[in-house]
């Protein structure tokens, strides 16, 4: 199995900074994407940013400007710096990765269990 840890969320007023950290472990023979996902309350579960193994980012338009994701394939490391949140930023955020373990031949999503952001002056 893998295992996502999740790190640095927080409480912030609008226009300050935060940085999520995420930390994958475990049986791990290949990881395809990672990323981050959201999820307000009364809302689904959105995207907001992923990278490819070779660096290719992906943002939601929401965020697109403010949020850069980077990934240290060595360590298995996946953060997401935030800057200029607003107060329509505040979601739990979840850690994702597609990753196939030793053993198996096939891939699938694994979730971290969350980490609370919240922008609120």
């Known amino acids: 199995q893998v295992q996502l840890v999740e790190s640095g969320g927080g409480l912030v007023q609008p226009g300050e900074s935060l940085t999520l950290s995420c930390a994958a472990s475990?049986?791990?023979?290949?990881?395809?994407?990672m990323g981050w996902y959201r999820q307000a309350p009364g809302k689904q579960r959105e995207l907001v940013a992923s990278?490819?193994?070779?660096?290719?980012?992906n943002y939601a338009d929401s965020v697109k400007g403010r949020f850069t994701i980077s990934r240290d394939n060595a360590k298995i490391t996946v953060n997401l710096q935030m800057n200029s949140l607003k107060p329509e930023d505040t979601a739990v955020y979840y850690c994702?990765?597609?990753?196939?373990?030793?053993?198996?031949?096939?891939?699938?999503?694994?979730w971290g269990q969350g980490t609370q952001v919240t922008v609120s002056s």
């Open positions: 990278i490819t193994s070779t660096g290719s980012a």
């Open positions: 475990g049986s791990i023979f290949s990881i395809t994407a």
């Open positions: 994702n990765c597609n990753a196939r373990i030793i053993g198996s031949v096939y891939y699938r999503d694994y």
